[in-house]
């Protein structure tokens, strides 16, 4: 061969392989698809028996070696291990999934460059079950203490609402009682217990649960009313204090066996002694279990009293109000800018009487010492009545003129 032929085919090798000094990026992965472990059921904090796998593939279809593909928990709990996988010679890359603690659907990811991932769906059951639900049986309503006819029923399902037998149910009760506390479900995967209402008449609950099924705890609201009206108990205006010939309010309630309210029971009112009056003679419980009447004290002074009696009620049971008619003391508010007098002392539960003397300007009452009885506004004549409950010495003073200024001193 001619020297320079040898020359130019030698050049023509190392042309093709070496030369440029550049390297290329590789292929690029194109699709990502599930390979294995998709829609697997398994217990709940347990590994999945099959692992969970992906095939990526270039853009000719070809699986692609080499690939880092992230697996990461989307929904439920668990973990995936390894995180990360790189894909083998058949574009495969695998991971084992642990599900969460609780029962229903979880899932997994897997993520490859800047692929859309792609989702794996799990069933976790515990004991074997998914599901919870309320099976309705009755009507929820009856008396306090009562035993419900018709027992509390849940419905304990898997995933494709198929019912599932031996799962151990926990029963719990607030305001009643159940029986038993504990039941599993029959083979119609039913759970049954027995409730008894509380003695306290309103809504009462009871609790199903499964812990980590979806739906418990399952709870079940109630409500106990009260019984039939046995007796009756004052509930307001007894042991107070008025002016002779004064106004009080005095209220009772009827109530069951267990002290709840329960209306519709006749009371019967009367003056028992200090003459004067009450109004109405009778009336009945509302709904709440009360009933009020006023009474109007007589003219005397000293203790006064009214009964309240319950005539439809077996024993005819009663209460006595007492309410003490109390002597007023008089201060008068001016002619001048003075209280006369300034300053007196009284008991606890009588009243001051504050007359002012038709002089203008206008004169306040405004207490300065705390728990006092209201302030009187602004006023050129009439009177005021203030009735003091409490030992203490109680200030006040006229804010319109300076130095106008009184107390009171009430002794126990």
Request: hydrophobic share 35%; net charge neutral.
């Amino acid at each position: 061969m001619p020297r320079f032929s040898l020359v130019l085919v030698c050049g023509l090798v190392v042309s093709a392989c070496g030369g440029g000094g550049g390297g290329g990026t590789g292929p690029t992965p194109n699709t990502i698809v599930v390979n294995a472990g998709n829609n697997q059921v398994g217990a709940a904090g347990s590994v999945l028996a099959e692992s969970l796998a992906v095939i990526v593939h270039d853009q000719g279809g070809a699986p692609l070696a080499g690939v880092n593909v992230t697996f990461a928990v989307t929904a439920g709990g668990g973990s995936v291990s390894p995180a990360t996988r790189v894909t083998d010679a058949a574009g495969i890359a695998k991971t084992r999934r642990t599900l969460g603690p609780g029962a229903g659907t979880q899932t997994a990811s897997a993520t490859a460059g800047s692929l859309a991932p792609i989702q794996f769906t799990a069933i976790a059951q515990i004991q074997g079950a998914v599901n919870i639900a309320n099976s309705p049986t009755g009507v929820l309503t009856d008396t306090v203490g009562a035993i419900k006819s018709e027992s509390l029923t849940v419905l304990v399902t898997d995933q494709n609402a198929s019912p599932i037998p031996g799962v151990t149910v926990t029963w719990a009760s607030s305001g009643g009682s159940l029986s038993p506390t504990s039941a599993p479900t029959t083979a119609a995967g039913l759970s049954k217990a027995r409730f008894t209402y509380g003695t306290a008449a309103g809504n009462q609950t009871a609790t199903a649960t499964v812990t980590g099924l979806v739906g418990s705890p399952v709870t079940i609201t109630l409500n106990g009313t009260a019984g039939n009206a046995v007796t009756i108990a004052k509930t307001g205006g007894d042991n107070g204090s008025a002016a002779p010939a004064g106004q009080v309010t005095y209220t009772v309630q009827s109530r069951d066996s267990h002290g709840n309210p329960k209306g519709g029971v006749t009371i019967d009112w009367a003056v028992a002694t200090g003459g004067g009056s009450i109004t109405p003679a009778q009336n009945t419980t509302q709904t709440n279990g009360n009933a009020t009447a006023q009474r109007t004290l007589g003219a005397g002074t000293g203790a006064q009293t009214a009964t309240a009696t319950a005539n439809g009620l077996t024993g005819a049971p009663a209460v006595t109000f007492t309410t003490t008619a109390t002597t007023v003391t008089t201060v008068q508010v001016g002619p001048t800018n003075a209280f006369t007098p300034s300053t007196v002392t009284i008991v606890a539960g009588t009243a001051v009487n504050w007359e002012w003397q038709g002089t203008t300007p206008a004169h306040n009452i405004t207490f300065t010492t705390a728990n006092a009885p209201a302030d009187v506004p602004d006023q050129t004549q009439g009177s005021a009545q203030r009735t003091f409950p409490a030992a203490g010495t109680y200030n006040y003073h006229c804010t319109n003129h300076t130095g106008m200024n009184g107390s009171v001193t009430v002794t126990p």
